[in-house]
């Protein structure tokens, strides 16, 4: 059929046509699933992660709480002596606790400081106080040495044994001696605590910190009253606290504790010999 120029083809007749596209309508209507926006994060269970939205698990302050239901396997047996865990809770302390500790080594006679360290003994002073130790006993036997030789005219040479003989001797004394007296109490059935123990030793070697100090006086005799009051506090602060629990061991309790405070007179003679005395 022709109207003017223009030729008119009957879609329906013609065999391969394409249909042709209808109208579009005026608006198209999109459907969205209903979802809870006002509130942030969402409450139930919703989208593809079930479960109610929470905060990181590091979000909270439980770095220095043990966690009962962690993902972490528990180690057991000898496995966790070798784990960080293990030995945090021993170094759980504030620093007013360390200080009240301190306070207590230095008033030997009243014997309560096992009482109160019992629930909760620290190896965080007996580590520090050792560690001081080592530095004030170079530093100060160092000093002495130098300024006798100075005064003398003398010529003065660095010793670094000081330093390597003064960590063998405090850290060696501190675990040494407190496992010793483990394996011996255990064997009078009378346990005790091995960190108790080391806690014990470890805070009354603090009164040999000031006495290091008191030996830059040039006088042997201040030297040795220094060494004699310091080492007879440590011997007494250290049987004193066990007498209450060694009695328990049997006749032998007393000879337990003599031994014990003869050891730490022994502690006091050594640092006089070597750390107390200057040789020119």
């Known amino acids: 059929m022709m109207s003017g120029n223009y030729t008119s083809?009957?879609?329906q007749n013609v065999s391969g046509s394409v249909p042709a596209v209808g109208d579009p309508p005026s608006h198209v209507a999109v459907k969205f699933t209903d979802s809870n926006l006002q509130t942030f994060p969402p409450t139930g269970g919703q989208g593809k992660i079930s479960g109610a939205a929470r905060p990181?698990?590091?979000a909270d302050d439980t770095f220095g709480k043990p966690n009962s239901g962690s993902e972490e396997p528990q180690q057991s047996g000898w496995f966790r002596s070798f784990t960080i865990a293990a030995y945090r809770p021993y170094f759980d302390v504030d620093t007013s606790d360390v200080l009240e500790r301190i306070k207590?080594?230095?008033?030997p006679f009243r014997g309560t400081f096992s009482e109160k360290t019992a629930n909760n003994p620290d190896l965080y002073g007996p580590f520090w106080i050792c560690t001081t130790l080592i530095f004030v006993a170079a530093s100060i036997g160092t000093f002495v040495t130098y300024l006798a030789h100075k005064l003398q005219k003398k010529e003065w040479d660095y010793d670094i044994n000081l330093m390597t003989w003064s960590a063998g001797l405090f850290y060696g004394?501190?675990?040494?001696?407190?496992?010793?007296?483990y394996i011996i109490l255990k064997y009078f059935s009378a346990p005790a605590g091995f960190v108790q123990l080391l806690c014990l030793y470890g805070y009354s070697l603090f009164v040999f910190v000031p006495a290091l100090c008191l030996s830059v006086v040039p006088q042997e005799i201040f030297r040795w009253v220094i060494a004699g009051v310091a080492g007879f506090m440590s011997a007494t602060f250290v049987a004193l606290n066990l007498k209450n629990h060694i009695s328990s061991a049997g006749e032998s309790w007393f000879l337990i504790v003599a031994a014990i405070f003869l050891l730490q007179l022994a502690l006091a003679l050594v640092l006089k010999f070597y750390l107390f005395t200057v040789t020119v």
């Open 104 to 107: 207590d080594s230095l008033f």
């Open 9 to 11: 083809i009957d879609n």
């Open 173 to 181: 004394y501190v675990t040494i001696v407190p496992l010793g007296l």
């Open 56 to 58: 990181p698990r590091d």
